[in-house]
Each structure stands twice: as C-alpha cells, then as structure tokens.
C-alpha cells in the first residue's frame, strides 16, 4: 500500500532556532502534500497544501514566513519551522493522497513529528 | 455551524459490544466521506471510505451514508480493547474546490 515516510519522529531544540521536517512519498507520486498541525487531544489543523513546483497554499491564520513549506519534487516536501518558539511546540503530520486529482480513496498519512522547543 | 460535527465524547463501550459513531456535515454538495483512527500520539490511519448512500461493510466496521440526512456513521461490531482510540470524520467538500474537512473526532473507550 501507499507509504509516507515522515522524519524526524521528535525533535527537541531551542527557542529561536529552526526546524525542518521531511516528508516522503515511498512508493507513489505525490503532487499535493498536506500539512496538518495538532495539538493535545484536538483535532487536525490544516496548516497549508504543499504543491510541486509552485508555491504553498496556506490556511488562513497561518504565518508563511513562519512555516516555510519546499516541494521541489514529487516525493518529497519539507516543513521548515524558523525561529522557533515555544507555542510551536506541536505534533506535525503531513499527508498524501496516492491517487491525487478529485477522487479519493482518503489520504495516507506520515508518521507525525513530535515537535518540542525548549 | 462546524463543517464536520462529532460527539467529543469519550463514548465508552464494553468488549463485544456495537460502537455506534456519528458524524454530520453541512455541505449538501459533499461527494466523499472518510473515517480515520487514531491511536494517542501516533498519527491518523484510513479505516474506511463510503461514496454511495447506504452500508458498506469491510470485517468489523460498518460505514453508513444518508446524504439526504447529511449524516455519516461508523458501527464497530464485536469491540475490543485495541479499538479504543479517537475516530475522526472527514469530508470532502466540493463547494470552492476539493478540501478534505476533518471533524474533532470521537475518543472511544472498549472496556475488557
């Protein structure tokens, strides 16, 4: 079946620095990849749909140069989280959906990033 | 309104019993609906997929569809302690293009 391959599973790091979180489409190609942030027992929260070759689509609400989203290919987007704070401590999960276009079978998600700043 | 409503709950269940999990959406257009599991700190995991009006069964779980009713329905048969988790409804919306809408979920508890 579809693999998404999402790393790293837990990041700690300091307050100000920058994080970035990859996502890998395994075993099929990905033109949209999704990013969702979630946090403690609350629901997904579309962060932005990562397009190939063009640019994010960001949710409203979602600072852009906050969340640097790079899908430079059509198996691998990043998150990058720059100066980092601890309100962005979160648990991060990307998503595919293998069939792409408007008919869906339902995404498959990566594994999520623990994300912790300190 | 929310899009993609659920019962928070926690609905708690004992083994063997039928879990019943509800969902309603609000927009009529809606074409796909999805239930997804998710284990506490891992991340969501497709259980089922339903297009049509009616049942679709697939082992344990039954998805139920009623567009009439904008209503969307898990049954879990046979529950066991390894189900307990949040299930969460989704919906792909039509109206201003294709978006998949989640709903907060259901924390189910299968008691041994």
């Known amino acids: 079946g579809a693999v998404v391959s999402q790393h790293p599973s837990r990041v700690i790091c300091k307050s100000g620095t920058s994080v970035k979180i990859e996502c890998r489409s395994l075993d099929f190609q990905a033109t949209t990849m999704f990013w969702y942030r979630q946090f403690p027992k609350k629901s997904l929260m579309l962060m932005a749909t990562s397009n190939e070759g063009s640019k994010a689509t960001y949710e409203q609400g979602v600072e852009k140069d906050k969340f640097l989203i790079n899908h430079a290919s059509l198996t691998l987007s990043t998150l990058t989280v720059t100066s980092a704070h601890p309100e962005d401590s979160s648990f991060y999960i990307c998503?595919?959906?293998?069939?792409?276009?408007?008919?869906?079978?339902?995404?498959?998600f990566g594994s999520g990033t623990r994300l912790t700043v300190v | 309104q929310k899009e993609v409503e659920q019962n928070s709950g926690p609905l708690s269940v004992p083994e063997g019993a039928i879990a019943s999990l509800n969902c309603t959406y609000s927009?009529?257009?809606?074409?796909?609906f999805f239930w997804y599991r998710q284990y506490s700190g891992k991340s969501p995991e497709l259980i089922m997929f339903i297009y049509s009006n009616g049942d679709k069964e697939d082992g344990r779980f039954t998805a139920q569809l009623n567009k009439a009713s904008q209503y969307v329905s898990l049954l879990i048969r046979d529950s066991q302690p390894s189900d307990s988790a949040t299930y969460l409804c989704a919906v792909i919306r039509n109206t201003g293009g294709f978006k998949t809408i989640f709903g907060a979920g259901t924390r189910l508890f299968v008691k041994a």
């Open positions: 927009d009529r257009g809606s074409q796909s």
């Open positions: 998503s595919a959906d293998p069939r792409g276009g408007g008919s869906s079978y339902g995404y498959t």
